[in-house]
């Protein structure tokens, strides 16, 4: 819908979007500044400035990148302390039990997002797994492992971050696995591919992918080993899947850190894919949000003319630059890093931004009442 002109002072006529030809923006602004992702209040109305509220906020979008790859299973690993289950947010329904009582609403491992993470500890066993067999791949079918993880030492042994199907085994599970050296390693029980040793205290970005034929394995965004010929078989038994864990009848190898964003697809990820995925996982885009609210034009007659502006939002995608949003006469919106051309525009905000295209600065430019 678009914004909408009207007259309640003195009777004037105005035709939707549009603003008569004597009608001028008001010149008598005063200028306020505010600290990164401000939020405005609303001014006291008056003659020639804008009444409405504007906020910024970080957006991320690494979950509608997951689901656009339609997973078999995803867990976000944000539940609240107390929970018991770890929620499907594939659609498929297939949520996770939390075994041994880890720490829920550890802080996330994604950028600009406020959705939390898992902390596991080996000494307790805990671990979260299911045993359904829906939806999960079997035999030699394609197959990818996702998650972010964060661990403070290298561990005393071999732990397991994410498994599929039977690891007692060979062939009939495919893992992500931690070493006593640090490097992460796919494994299907019979063909490891490793990293090289990992940071501690840092978040990483894994993903294992078997696409029928060979295997790959992705850290932070590289192809850090493969393509590697392999012979999957996935087959089940017992605990089909399993975070923290090794999976199968006997749980085990469990993982001492932070897990977050797990996903199982019933496809192999594309390079592109994981590219996709690293890069919504790392940044987050600001978004402005724009609350409805009056604008008033102060004619050249004297009376005024009112603007009813429509609740909007824009975002921010140039990096190392200043956005401006503008109000147009017309009513329209005007969003970008230089001003509206439109002769008497009226200027809201401006939000610079930083080298990730993130806002860092916004100020309130709203002619105020005088």
């Given at each position: 819908?678009?914004?909408?002109?009207?007259?309640p002072f003195?009777?004037?006529n105005?035709?939707?979007?549009?603003?008569?030809?004597?009608a001028?923006?008001g010149?008598?602004?005063?200028?306020?500044?505010?600290?990164?992702?401000?939020?405005?209040?609303?001014?006291?109305?008056?003659?020639?400035?804008?009444l409405?509220?504007?906020?910024?906020?970080?957006?991320n979008?690494?979950?509608?990148?997951?689901?656009?790859?339609?997973?078999a299973?995803?867990?976000?690993?944000?539940?609240?302390?107390?929970?018991l289950?770890?929620?499907?947010?594939?659609?498929?329904?297939?949520?996770?039990?939390?075994?041994?009582g880890?720490?829920?609403?550890?802080?996330?491992?994604?950028?600009?997002?406020?959705?939390?993470?898992?902390?596991?500890?080996?000494?307790?066993?805990q671990?979260a797994?299911?045993?359904?067999?829906?939806?999960?791949?079997?035999?030699?079918?394609?197959?990818?492992?996702?998650?972010?993880?964060?661990?403070a030492?290298n561990?005393?042994?071999t732990?397991?971050?994410?498994?599929?199907g039977?690891?007692?085994?060979?062939?009939?599970?495919?893992?992500?696995?931690l070493?006593s050296?640090?490097?992460?390693?796919?494994?299907?029980?019979?063909t490891?591919?490793?990293?090289a040793?990992?940071?501690?205290?840092?978040?990483?970005?894994l993903?294992g992918?078997?696409?029928?034929?060979?295997?790959?394995?992705y850290?932070?965004?590289?192809?850090?080993?493969?393509?590697?010929?392999?012979?999957?078989?996935l087959?089940?038994?017992?605990?089909?899947?399993?975070?923290?864990s090794?999976?199968?009848?006997?749980p085990g190898?469990?993982?001492?850190?932070?897990?977050?964003?797990?996903?199982?697809?019933?496809?192999?990820?594309?390079?592109?894919?994981?590219t996709?995925?690293?890069?919504?996982?790392?940044?987050a885009?600001?978004q402005?949000?724009?609350a409805?609210?009056?604008?008033?034009?102060?004619?050249?007659?004297?009376?005024?003319?009112?603007?009813?502006?429509v609740?909007t939002?824009f975002?921010?995608?140039?990096?190392?630059?200043?956005?401006?949003?503008?109000?147009n006469?017309?009513?329209?919106?005007?969003?970008?890093?230089s001003?509206?051309?439109?002769t008497?525009?009226?200027?809201?905000?401006?939000v610079a931004?930083?080298g990730s295209?993130?806002?860092?600065?916004?100020?309130?430019?709203?002619?105020?009442?005088?």
């Amino acid at each position: 819908m678009p914004n909408t002109l009207h007259g309640p002072f003195a009777p004037i006529n105005v035709v939707q979007g549009v603003t008569p030809a004597n009608a001028t923006w008001g010149n008598n602004a005063q200028k306020q500044s505010s600290t990164a992702l401000a939020s405005f209040n609303p001014d006291l109305i008056g003659s020639g400035f804008i009444l409405t509220g504007v906020a910024a906020s970080r957006h991320n979008s690494y979950a509608s990148n997951v689901l656009a790859d339609s997973p078999a299973h995803y867990y976000r690993l944000g539940e609240a302390s107390g929970s018991l289950a770890a929620v499907d947010s594939s659609g498929n329904g297939q949520s996770l039990a939390y075994n041994g009582g880890p720490t829920l609403g550890a802080g996330g491992l994604l950028t600009g997002d406020t959705d939390t993470a898992v902390t596991f500890t080996s000494a307790s066993s805990q671990y979260a797994a299911g045993i359904f067999t829906a939806g999960l791949p079997s035999g030699a079918a394609a197959v990818s492992l996702e998650c972010w993880m964060k661990f403070a030492a290298n561990p005393a042994s071999t732990q397991f971050l994410l498994n599929v199907g039977d690891r007692s085994v060979a062939t009939h599970s495919l893992a992500l696995v931690l070493l006593s050296t640090g490097v992460v390693q796919l494994s299907n029980g019979t063909t490891l591919l490793n990293s090289a040793a990992l940071s501690t205290g840092t978040r990483h970005h894994l993903v294992g992918t078997y696409d029928g034929t060979n295997l790959r394995l992705y850290v932070d965004n590289v192809l850090v080993a493969g393509p590697t010929a392999a012979t999957n078989a996935l087959a089940y038994t017992g605990n089909t899947i399993t975070i923290g864990s090794q999976s199968g009848a006997t749980p085990g190898a469990y993982y001492d850190g932070q897990i977050d964003e797990a996903a199982v697809y019933g496809s192999a990820l594309s390079a592109a894919r994981v590219t996709a995925h690293w890069t919504a996982g790392t940044t987050a885009t600001t978004q402005l949000d724009v609350a409805s609210g009056t604008a008033y034009l102060l004619q050249s007659d004297g009376t005024n003319a009112r603007c009813d502006v429509v609740s909007t939002n824009f975002t921010t995608v140039t990096i190392n630059t200043t956005y401006f949003l503008d109000l147009n006469p017309d009513g329209s919106w005007s969003w970008g890093t230089s001003h509206s051309g439109v002769t008497n525009h009226l200027t809201v905000a401006s939000v610079a931004t930083d080298g990730s295209g993130n806002a860092v600065g916004v100020t309130d430019l709203r002619p105020l009442n005088p």
